[in-house]
């Protein structure tokens, strides 16, 4: 929909570039077109920026050697995990290589005594877990998509569990990844918590690979619970769903996952799965803990639930029944599609103090209205954050033209009660132009700065997040 | 013991900075010595390195114009809460101001429902929940000192229930802070989470007012528990009470606190406190939830203990003899004191990957031995981190030389197994000789490019974590 910047042209140096990299990599890098199509977005609306070639590393030290012939030839990085990122993070705005992590999906290490272990990038969140399976542990992050770690953690992504267990920037423990200038950086040991120096960890997490590219990520891990309940329960509105959701949490009841689908959401989501849900606001919940423990804190949920007008609260244990019905919460995203077929699907986020969900999901829901939009909600209502599927025909550039209107109106509304322009799915490309609203000018030329410092050639996958003056 | 670098000539605009503070400030500004050692280290072994003067701002934009004030004079600036900090955070090396926070002690708002508050960094802790008690919300980290919560979120404290709660990384939501240009950054909206650009909260924490002083912290709360449980449980070994420590948190028993004391610690402890607890390997835990919850997980952590070797567990609800047992606790400090009166009290901490725990210290107390000293262990061993007191005699040249030698290889033995060599502590000035082993040349690079884009005049609390060129 947005016009993203065109490549600059680049200097006839990184002909060199892509010279020095095919002799070195071979059958491994690529200038195919097909390819190059592939490694930019895939699952966004953001318009694609192909790169000019693109490489797959099976170690950490050819990674080095990528970057070292790139910032050789001023040529951009983009890592690429499995393109399921939402605003353009893989984009190539201004040409160079799409860093493919296939190869190097290898779980490096477990360590069950010590609730860690450490991947390469290129494992997914789903194929790490089948490895831990029987080991007792697992890693909870849970976005949706069969997401890979690097990119998980280079988008600070989160998802439904993000309530119980946080979201990524909570569950790396170290990081190591290759800087603009070649050289490795290590963010931390892997003891559980330190206090040695400035958080690099951190300030990695969340930077879409534009201060550095990581190889290596060491993450939590948690005990798989005795014990999992899952249930259902309808509101008459809204706003009775999220006090039921203040209250649960207020209360400390450690729910694992808290789920809100807007009516519209739950209409996609009956004729997608083919479920009789009720066609109301609708409470997806699950509890983790000992028998007696879920037990308590779903009669208690209940309760709540009851006491704020919803209702009936159903539960199920039996593994198969929970797993339909979160089977059909991940599908939200191509029900939603379901509803509209051959449009465009838009995925965004906010995220807003959880006392402001309400007003701002309805305002956000009439808003949808007075648009004559498509577009229905869920939210990991938990922590304040809600998703849209809007639904555009892209060939009706009157309704193009009030979708636009839609979204900035959704990040005004949030910013207006402290909330942010994404919860979750990041800046990429398609927010950049929300960060000076939300954050002021202090804090932005604090993030130039620092993408200044870290890289000054401006290689480190640029014309994401912040650019440089 | 060490001796610290001396306070550098500064150059005569330095007086004319203090005549600009003193003209603006009146009565809230001293250059007096008494006040100015106050100011300098209070409970650490550090040589205390006395501020130029001390002022105490009445709010944000009075920090502002000290700040200012210093910059043209190039006066460095050190803020100081209620200094409990232990590696010499508030010293001035190079001489400067002192920003005392007293007067900036105001809770300026709660949000029960979104289970956070802002606060003034001169507000204590003990003081916060005093506060908050009527609302039915608390503040977990518990350092042990009634620190200020300026000073806990710029050293990423964190302390006895920090295995359930997380440090002051995971609990502040954002910062307000004043650079060293004297413009104010934001770091985050109130939202509970946000994936919209470089986490400036997180590098803000635990980076000891080197980036910015800060004026303004946004905190997160939590419901107070409906029960509490607390118990003791003596066991034969180190190793045994580790093994059940392990063993609790890999199955997902939702420990609040889970202290270790060595039979040295409860010796001091008895005689301190007046109790009468069994002088071995010693776990004090604590469990929060509902009724029925905190018996299961008592129950629970018992059988573990029991299968461990430990035992007998006994627990208590009762207020009266949670906070008694806790109390002894958080006086272990000062009873390891009473071990050697008028010996000169060295505190310190390393974290570990907790399945290297036992090991480590039990290597370190074979080491206290062979070195001929004194020197109580008690750790938060949920995370990995444990604390030595170590009882010198100052007057005693061969005591001291075999105490630094005890100290280097503590830090050795974390650094050998993946460890920091500070969990919580921090680095200030007693640390920074350890950071290059630690993080290796890369990162402490990048902390150094930091720390020159975020404060290029080097006033901001020079001389601490990072030196620059």
Chains 1, 2 share one sequence.
């Not at 318009?47 to 951009?76: K, M, N, T, W, Y």
């Amino acid at each position: 929909m947005t016009a993203p910047a065109q490549a600059v042209l680049r200097p006839a140096a990184s002909a060199a570039g892509l010279a020095a990299l095919s002799e070195r990599f071979g059958g491994r890098f690529s200038t195919g077109l097909a390819l190059r199509e592939q490694h930019c977005n895939t699952t966004t609306w953001v318009a694609g920026q192909p790169p000019d070639a693109v490489v797959f590393p099976g170690s950490a030290a050819e990674v080095q050697e990528i970057v070292r012939i790139c910032a050789a030839h001023a040529l951009p990085v983009i890592p690429f995990g499995v393109g399921t990122s939402l605003e353009g993070q893989v984009n190539a705005p201004y040409g160079g290589i799409s860093i493919d992590f296939r190869e190097m999906n290898r779980v490096l290490a477990v360590h069950p005594e010590d609730l860690d272990c450490v991947v390469e990038p290129g494992v997914t969140r789903k194929q790490l877990n089948e490895y831990l399976r029987d080991q007792g542990v697992f890693f909870p992050i849970d976005p949706g998509a069969d997401a890979s770690l690097g990119g998980m953690t280079a988008t600070r992504a989160s998802g439904t569990n993000a309530v119980r267990y946080g979201t990524m920037k909570d569950n790396v423990l170290s990081i190591k990844a290759v800087l603009g200038n070649g050289e490795v950086l290590t963010t931390a040991r892997r003891a559980r918590k330190s206090a040695a120096g400035y958080d690099l960890t951190r300030l990695l997490v969340g930077s879409e690979g534009t201060l550095g590219v990581i190889t290596e990520i060491t993450l939590k891990l948690y005990g798989i619970p005795e014990a999992v309940a899952a249930g259902i329960c309808p509101f008459p509105s809204v706003e009775a769903a999220c006090q039921a959701t203040i209250a649960t949490i207020q209360s400390g009841i450690p729910v694992a996952r808290i789920e809100l689908l807007d009516a519209l959401q739950v209409v996609a989501v009956n004729a997608y799965s083919k479920l009789a849900l009720p066609e109301r606001p609708l409470l997806c919940v699950e509890f983790h803990g000992s028998e007696a423990g879920v037990a308590e804190q779903s009669e208690r949920f209940g309760a709540i639930a009851a006491e704020c007008g919803g209702g009936p609260f159903e539960w199920a244990t039996r593994a198969e029944d929970r797993s339909r019905l979160w089977q059909a919460r991940h599908d939200a995203y191509w029900s939603g599609r379901g509803l509209r077929p051959g449009t465009q699907a838009i995925a965004t986020d906010v995220c807003v103090p959880i006392s402001q969900l309400a007003a701002c999901v309805v305002a956000t829901q009439e808003d949808i209205a007075q648009s004559r939009l498509v577009a229905p909600i869920l939210g990991h209502v938990g922590d304040g954050n809600f998703h849209l599927t809007l639904l555009v025909d892209l060939d009706d550039a009157d309704e193009v033209k009030r979708a636009k209107g839609l979204l900035e109106r959704l990040v005004e509304r949030a910013l207006a009660i402290d909330g942010t322009c994404t919860g979750e799915h990041g800046v990429g490309q398609g927010k950049m132009k929300y960060l000076l609203a939300e954050h002021g000018a202090a804090a932005l030329a604090a993030m130039r700065a620092i993408k200044q410092a870290f890289d000054p050639q401006n290689i480190m996958n640029p014309g994401k997040i912040v650019t440089l003056g």
